[in-house]
């Protein structure tokens, strides 16, 4: 089976097309980060999740505390992915359709321990491999050596199981490959390494990445 392909911080329509268009399985949006450059105001984020055709997921990415979350609710997005490092885990309760997010901060054995314990109200965890926001209006952060950022993504998926794990946090065309057949993650999720500038997807990287992630596994000897 191939792995799935989220494309998240999208602001317009026609990346949206060419997204689905492209095979992606699932869209994600930002909501809550009025800094970054990749978020949506309400009616923005209203107008983009109305076009989405059956079958295809649409996420919110938003932090924990967001107070608009409920409305936001109420448009019937599929997922949230929750973002809630240094809050209390109560909150996340609410939503039963929620995909939790870690990061590589502090020792390994404890974000897997972190993993563990958000999977127990949650979806499926995402692993973000960078080391601060990627939606902030600030550059990407820095990111951990990749192979040490796969051996703990790989604990995390133990520690987890069955639930699915998700890996992101830069990832382009050309290092997708290796954590697909390295950690065999049931999705993976990429923004700025599809992008020509902040929120504005470039559509042959969409395109070449979701054919590099979809035929990954396939090479694997």
């Known amino acids: 089976m191939s792995v799935r392909v989220k494309i998240c911080g999208l602001t317009r329509r026609s990346d949206v097309e060419y997204a689905i268009k492209s095979g992606a399985d699932a869209l994600g949006f930002i909501f809550g ?19 989405i055709p059956p079958f295809v997921s649409t996420v919110v990415v938003s932090p924990t505390s967001n107070t608009q979350l ?49 999977s127990k109200s949650s979806k499926g965890i995402l692993f973000d491999m960078s080391m601060t926001s990627r939606y902030s209006s600030k550059k990407d952060g820095r990111h951990l050596n990749l192979k040490q950022n796969l051996i703990i993504a790989k604990k995390i998926k133990t520690a987890i199981d069955p639930l699915p794990l998700i890996i992101g946090g830069g990832l382009t065309e050309d290092n997708v490959a290796e954590v697909i057949r390295d950690v065999r993650p049931y999705a993976v999720d990429v923004s700025s390494g599809v992008e020509r500038s902040p929120g504005i997807k470039d559509e042959k990287k969409v395109a070449r990445f979701i054919q590099t992630a979809k035929s990954a596994i396939g090479r694997v000897k």
């Open 33 to 51: 980060y009025p800094s970054s450059p990749r978020n949506l105001e309400l009616a923005k984020l209203r107008d983009l999740l109305a076009i």
């Open 70 to 118: 409920q409305k936001v609710a109420k448009m019937k997005p599929i997922f949230f992915q929750l973002y809630s490092e240094g809050e209390s885990n109560a909150r996340n309760k609410e939503f039963t359709n929620a995909i939790q997010t870690v990061r590589p901060l502090g020792e390994s054995n404890a974000i897997v321990q972190r993993s563990a314990s958000l």
